[in-house]
Antibody
Framework: QVKLQQSGAELVKPGASVKLSCKTS????????MSWFKQIPGQSIEWIGM????????GYNQKFKGKATLTVDTSSSTAYMDLSSLTTEDSAVYFC?????????????WGQGVMVTVSS | DIQMTQSPASLSASLGETVTIECRAS??????LAWYQQKPGKSPQLLIY???SLHTGVPSRFSGSGSGTQYSLKINSLQSEDVASYFC?????????FGSGTKLEIK
C-alpha cells in the first residue's frame, strides 16, 4: 500500500536551516508529483510547492520562494524540503502529500506530518 | 491568489443531525474544489473532489455541491467519528489555497 513516512520532530534555532524528508513506498515515485504543506496548529493549511520526481522540476507558492527548496532522491524514493533562515513564524507542522489517482492537484495520500519548532 | 472563505468556524451538532459547511471563493473556480477531513493530531484526508465527487472509501453520508464561487459540504446522520476539522481547497489555479477550516463537535 502507499506510504509516506516523514522524519521526526525538529527543534532548531532562529537563523538555522532544517531538511525534512518524506520516504515513500507502494507507488511509482519516479513519475509522481510531491507537494509540501505548512500548518500552524489550530490554523489553516498552506501549500508550499511541488516537485516532479521524474526530472526534479519544481513549482512554488510565491510566499515560500527563498524559504523552501524541494528536492528528490529517486534511488530511495524520498522527497526532501529544505527550510532556510528559520524564524519563529516557521514553527509549524509540515506535511508531504501526493495524488495517486487524481493528477497533481488533489492529495489522497499524506505523510504523518513533522513538527518544526524554531526557538532559541 | 484565490481566497477561500469558509464558514462557520465552528459547529456543534447532535448525533444523527445533518450539518452543512460553506466555502466561498474570491473568483469562479469552475468546480475545482476539494474537501478534507482532519482529525486532531492527524493528517488531512480527502473526502470530496470536483466539488461533488466522493473519494473512494468515503461514506455516502458525505456529499458536496456548488458551482462558480459557492460550495458546500453536507454531512448527513452525524456520527461520533465525524468529529474533526474540515477544510476546503481550490485547485483551479496556483497557488492551491485552503479555507480557514470548520471545527465540528458533537453536542
Amino acid at each position: 500500500q502507499v506510504k509516506l513516512q516523514q522524519s521526526g520532530a525538529e527543534l532548531v534555532k532562529p537563523g538555522a536551516s532544517v531538511k525534512l524528508s518524506c520516504k515513500t513506498s507502494g507507488y511509482t515515485f519516479s513519475t509522481s508529483y510531491m507537494s509540501w504543506f505548512k500548518q500552524i496548529p489550530g490554523q489553516s493549511i498552506e501549500w508550499i510547492g511541488m516537485i516532479y520526481a521524474g526530472d526534479g522540476g519544481t513549482g512554488y507558492n510565491q510566499k515560500f520562494k527563498g524559504k523552501a527548496t524541494l528536492t528528490v532522491d529517486t534511488s530511495s524514493s524520498t522527497a526532501y524540503m529544505d527550510l532556510s533562515s528559520l524564524t519563529t513564524e516557521d514553527s509549524a507542522v509540515y506535511f508531504c502529500a501526493i495524488s495517486v489517482y487524481y493528477g497533481l492537484s488533489l492529495f489522497d495520500y499524506w505523510g504523518q506530518g513533522v513538527m518544526v519548532t524554531v526557538s532559541s | 491568489d484565490i481566497q477561500m472563505t469558509q464558514s462557520p468556524a465552528s459547529l456543534s451538532a447532535s448525533l444523527g443531525e445533518t450539518v452543512t459547511i460553506e466555502c466561498r471563493a474570491s473568483e469562479d473556480i469552475y468546480n475545482g474544489l476539494a474537501w478534507y477531513q482532519q482529525k486532531p493530531g492527524k493528517s488531512p484526508q480527502l473526502l470530496i473532489y470536483n466539488a461533488n465527487s466522493l473519494h473512494t472509501g468515503v461514506p455516502s453520508r458525505f456529499s458536496g455541491s456548488g458551482s462558480g464561487t459557492q460550495y458546500s459540504l453536507k454531512i448527513n446522520s452525524l456520527q461520533s467519528e465525524d468529529v474533526a476539522s474540515y477544510f476546503c481547497q481550490q485547485y483551479y489555479n496556483y497557488p492551491f489555497t485552503f479555507g480557514s477550516g470548520t471545527k465540528l463537535e458533537i453536542k
